[in-house]
Structures are given as C-alpha cells and as structure tokens.
C-alpha cells in the first residue's frame, strides 16, 4: 500500500557560478526597485509643487531648480525600464527597449533645455524695465513656439510607448492587474507631469510596478511537493 505524504524536496547544492548569477540576479532585482522608487516618488514631490505656469513677475528659483532635478529621475524611470524588460521576450519587450532611448533624449530635452530656458528668460525679464518685462509676457501669451510643441509632444508619446509596451510586456509574469494599473497610470502622466495629472499618473504606474514585483516574490516562494513514498 503506498501512503500520500507531503515533504519538502531537497534543495540540490548550488555551484559557484549558479551562486554568482542568483547574486547577480538579486542586486539587479534592488537597483530596479530602487531606479522605480526614488523616480515615482520624486516625481510625485515634483508633481505637487510644480507651478501651473510661470509669468512675468513670479520667483524663477523653484521652477528653474525643478527642471535641472526632473533629468535624473527621467533617467532613472529609464533605467528601471531597461531592467524591467532587459531579458522579457515578445513584441512589447522589444518596443519598451527600443523607445527607452528616445523617451530618455527628447523628455530631458523638454523638461531641462526648454524648462530652464523658459525661466531664465523669465528672471531676465523680471531685471528688465516694466516695458520689456510687458514685451515678453506678452510674447509669452501670443507667441507659438513650434520647436516647444513638437518637443512637448515627441517627449510625452515617447514617454507612453515606452511605459505602455513595458506594461504589456510583464503581463504573462504579473497578470492583468499590474499591466492595467501601469497602463493607466503611463496614460495619464502622459497629459502633464505637473498636479494634478503628474502625481495621479505617476502614483498609479509605482503602484503598478510594485504590485508587480510582490507577484514576483511570490512566484519564489517553495511550495511544499507531494511525494509519493512506500
């Protein structure tokens, strides 16, 4: 008569270079962690104290300081999302690898050059005469700056290809939830990073990405095998 019993199996004795990758693996699974950490909540603080606009008059430190900071956590969301998707097959993998690159150029360019020339053209005006400061807000107003609209445009679709493709492309590792919740969150932080917009979007995609990576611990985890024994 055989008896049913559940044990655990034992684990085989792993070689130095299994060892050396399980490490590898594991430092590269807390610097993508921490890439995505300190980017969303970065941005959300960045999101939140954001000004609407800026105009003749107003203090340029806080709009400027913004926009010299916003490029390292830009690099970091794309160096998170090169770990995340580095090894993932398919389609969407690929996408989010190929548009990491563009999103990381045109988005620093919009937020660092076009951002901090936006307020240093404002603090000259504030040095200016009451009639020049009145010349470039009213430039401002009436003014289209064509170069701006295609680099605010190039950097928010590259923004969301990126971040999109990367959701659909863990979604057969962590399921329909976390790909949703990324994919929401890309799409309404693509409208405008500052508040309301920016924090919302922002809050929504960490949140996904961290759901993501509890599925991932998860699916470690030893489960207990059935072992037939006589």
Known sequence: MKTRI????PEPELTAEVEEVAVADERQT???RACFLVAVVGYFVIGVIHPAEIEVGDDTTLYIGIHLVQPFFILLLAWGTWLLVKDLPGRAAQVARIAIVPYAIAYSMFDAIAGVALGGIVRLAN???AADGAVVQRLMD???DYVGVALFVASDLSWFVMALAA?????PIGGRGPTLLMA????IFAIAHPFPTGPIGITLFGLGIAWLEL?????KAPEAQPVLAP
């Not at 559940?6 to 199996?9: A, D, L, M």
């Not at 959701?167 to 979604?171: E, F, L, R």
């Not at 929401?184 to 799409?187: N, R």
């Not at 599925?215 to 699916?219: D, K, L, P, Q």
């Open 215 to 219: 599925r991932r611990e998860a699916a």
């Open 30 to 32: 807390w610097l993508r």
């Open 6 to 9: 559940i044990q655990n199996e």
């Open 142 to 144: 009436t003014g289209t």
């Open 184 to 187: 929401v969150g890309a799409a």
């Open 127 to 129: 040095d200016a005469s």
């Open 167 to 171: 959701a659909i492309a863990v979604k």
